[in-house]
């Protein structure tokens, strides 16, 4: 089993910048892909981004290409969403999520644990 905490969502104006942080417990944290993924009301959960386990592969959605940025630090069990010039059309709750192979991948359901989510909105 894999326990996932988010943190790190909040308010930010149009523009701004967030760094959402998931700590992970429960298994060797290096082993797992990890991914980033939202669900704005009323709509389907997206992908955002997913990092391998070593950290050497990410992946991102190409409404986020260049503007958020997914790191690692596996001595740390953690992973991070580094989010800048976000967008009204950003908000929706972030989910970190980890799955049983190293690979990193955008299929949603291919995660195996999830965490409660975080709470990110952006005003215009």
């Known amino acids: 089993q894999v326990q996932l905490v988010e943190s790190g969502g909040g308010l930010v104006q149009a523009g701004g910048s967030l760094r959402l942080s998931c700590a992970a417990s429960g298994r060797t944290f290096s082993y797992s892909g990890m991914g980033w993924i939202r669900q704005a009301p009323g709509k389907e959960r997206e992908f955002v981004a997913a990092?391998?386990?070593?950290?050497?592969?990410?992946i991102y959605a190409d409404s986020v290409k260049g503007r958020f940025t997914i790191s690692r630090d596996n001595a740390k069990n953690t992973v991070y969403l580094q989010m800048n010039s976000l967008k009204p059309e950003d908000t929706a709750v972030y989910y970190c999520?980890?799955?049983?192979?190293?690979?990193?991948?955008?299929?949603?359901?291919?995660?195996?644990?999830w965490g409660q989510g975080t709470q990110v909105t952006v005003s215009s």
């Open positions: 990092i391998s386990g070593g950290g050497f592969t990410t």
């Open positions: 999520a980890a799955r049983d192979r190293g690979r990193p991948t955008k299929v949603v359901s291919d995660y195996d644990y």
